[in-house]
């Protein structure tokens, strides 16, 4: 039996993939995720304490839910309010933890975990108390291991958590699942905490602590947990699908100096081929259900990831997806982002008509892409004074150094 | 992170190769705990050498092919699986409790996958 450290890490390994569950199982029992998590919390202190000297025992993950759900017995019957959570049972002296196990079993974990996962993603949380709540309570990170991902001192981290689960008890959230109307507006936040996460560690930069990027490794894993819970939910498999899609290119997407190449510019030899496959079969499931904004946005990298070369690209799917996407979810970016798009597929004449009526649009009044875009559109159609005028302009807009000094370049080709 | 798991039989040995229904459960059990906790990525199963198996080998600039069965008995790799996982405990934890689903004596390798960057 392995001592020392080694138990030490072992424990660790077993809550990583305990934590969640043993966490459900109890926020069931006391209908207190907070409360839950402090009671599994003391389940894991208990076997840092006994397994390095005793063990690690057969089925760990039993004994971590057993241990915790003792304590919530323990806790229930000093509260002396386990008659009305547990009516129908007749409690004595004896009781123990698998006579709870009985009153339980017509429950599935599975209800469980989703309870557990819409819990620490609801509304009534601000999103960073959400991503922190997720990580801790479905992800298994210690309070350190988010400070360190999200660059904030532990402390800040500690009080998102404690207020978070205040807030929760506060507003009395039932630890149920939403039905009705509530429930696509509670998935919706849920696959947002997700995709926060995700972008969070998608944002981390060279030289930044190893958590950063691995945030996007723990995205991915909260989703495809998800997607086990609920297979039939077209958006989570989009939203993997976009994740895995994205991911596959974290190698390609930095130069030598960590400098960012841009899509089209990337060694697709460097994109992970496992995730491309993964990411493509997530997104044939996602559309087989219906899809969603997601859903489109996977499909959009999708064009990308199966194009062997930048030049191979099917640009006129893409603007037909960023079409589709606008219409369901309409923004400025979308439509700049359909104008790229439209000017591979049909040239930049065609670019510009849809690029244009956004000139007027105020929510991108002062966005460098914006005249950047427009100036590559102008040079494309050999009308070179007019580009550089752009260029300039969104060289005077932007705040990233390598970025201007790209601009500025590209106007001074404007000859 | 990623890391294979890799369990290796005794090629010579047929019964081990011969999953019984209790182990098509088990195993099945198995890789639905993997695949709902997140981490699977890829997993397959493998023939023994008598189901298709050759052994390329360069020496001195000379290639020989050995097509298999393989003749001497020696263990062999019988599946992998590929896991997301955040650090070693926990693909060794996974891996414990594969080598756990059998009665009989089973080697499972953990190895870590190379990735870019």
Known sequence: MSTGTDAKSAVEAVWRIEAARVIAGVARLVGDVGLAEELAQDALVAALEQWPSEGVPRNPGAWLTTTAKRRAIDTIRRRQVLQRHLPALAVDEHTDASEFDAVLEQDPIEDDLLRLIFTACHPVLKPEARVALTLRMLGGLSTDEIARAFLVPDATVGQRISRAKKSLADAKVPFELPTGPARAERLSSVLEVIYLIFNEGYSATAGDDWMRPALCEEAMRLGRILAGLMPAEAEVHGLIALLEIQASRSAARCGPDGEPVMLLEQDRRRWDRLLVGRGLAALARAEELGGGTYTLQAAIAACHARARTAEETDWARIAELYARLAALAPSPIVELNRAVAVSMADGPEAGLAVLDPLLEEPSLRGYHLLPSVRGDFLFRLGRHAEARAEFERAAAMTRNERERTLLLTRAEACV | ?117
Do not use: C
Not at chain 2, 79 to 88: E, K, N, S, T
């Open chain 2, 1 to 117: 992170m990623r890391y294979m798991l890799m369990h290796k039989l005794d090629d010579s040995n047929a019964a081990l190769w011969q999953a019984t229904p209790e182990d098509f459960a088990a195993v099945g059990a198995y890789m639905e705990e993997v695949s709902k906790a997140g981490v699977l990525l890829a997993a397959e199963g493998l023939l023994p050498s008598s189901g298709g198996a050759a052994v390329i080998t360069k020496k001195d600039g000379q290639t020989t092919v050995v097509d298999g069965p393989f003749a001497e008995a020696k263990e062999v790799i019988g599946g992998f699986a590929i896991l997301q996982v955040r650090d070693q405990a926990e693909a060794v934890e996974w891996a414990t409790r594969f080598a756990a689903l059998f009665n009989h004596d089973i080697e499972v390798e953990v190895r870590r996958v190379a990735e870019f960057e």
